[in-house]
């Protein structure tokens, strides 16, 4: 099975940078994905990372290290339209299969 | 295009009724999964169909009847459903049903059981 963490709530400031940290014990690994769902809406897809490293993407980065079971998002130059939950989800080596964390819920402030 | 539509968008029903969710989605994708969301909790998978048969079931309870009709469309059938069964039902598609793949979800319905 999967065991996947993320802190519940993060607060940031707009223009700021923050780091959401995801947490995974894992019994098959091949990917962790970062989607963004905003209130009512559906999850869209941020990122994906299957090798250790980071990724960059514009405004948004994620990092892997497979050996340790840690993931981050990075977020920098924070907009209100920011403000959503994020979610960390493992790919199973069950194809198919991702396990998602419980999410993040980032408020962006003035 | 890269949009998954269902519909309705919200649904009420009573625990004896009979009602289907719909999902559709034009991208050429063989894989296409059913997910149910409760409130502040993360999508759990329940159903996942690869170039339309079902490869999947999560254990989840008979009242749920998933059907795939053809490669673009997804169908969840719901039948006697409990009050705990409310909750956001979410569709989702990519290329393959391989773990890497990008899902793409689509707006989901809200369904409230009375």
């Known amino acids: 099975g999967q065991n996947i963490d993320q802190p519940t709530e993060m607060t940031a400031t707009e223009g700021a940078i923050v780091q959401i940290n995801c947490t995974y014990q894992t019994s098959g690994f091949n990917g962790l994905f970062w989607y963004q769902q905003h209130a009512g809406e559906a999850p869209t897809f941020l990122s994906y990372n299957v090798l250790d490293g980071l990724e960059e993407k514009g405004r948004f980065s994620s990092f892997l290290s497979r050996s340790k079971g840690y993931s981050y998002l990075l977020l920098k130059e924070l907009q209100m339209k920011d403000s959503a939950s994020y979610l960390c989800a493992v790919a199973d080596t069950n194809a198919g299969k991702s396990t998602f964390g419980d999410g993040t819920t980032l408020t962006v402030k003035p | 295009d890269t949009e998954v539509t269902q519909t309705p968008k919200h649904l009420v029903m009573g625990m004896t009724n009979k009602k289907s969710l719909k999902c559709e989605q034009h991208?050429?994708?063989?894989?296409m999964y059913w997910y149910k969301q409760k409130a502040k909790k993360p999508p759990e998978l329940m159903f996942v169909y690869s170039y339309e048969k079902l490869s999947i079931n999560e254990s989840v309870p008979s009242r749920f009847s998933p059907e795939c009709p053809n490669s673009s469309l997804l169908n969840l059938h719901l039948h006697a459903l409990q009050p705990e069964d409310s909750a956001l039902y979410l569709c989702a598609s990519s290329q393959f049903r391989t773990s890497g793949e990008t899902q793409y979800f689509g707006p989901g319905t809200r369904l409230l059981v009375l």
């Open positions: 991208m050429g994708h063989r894989a």
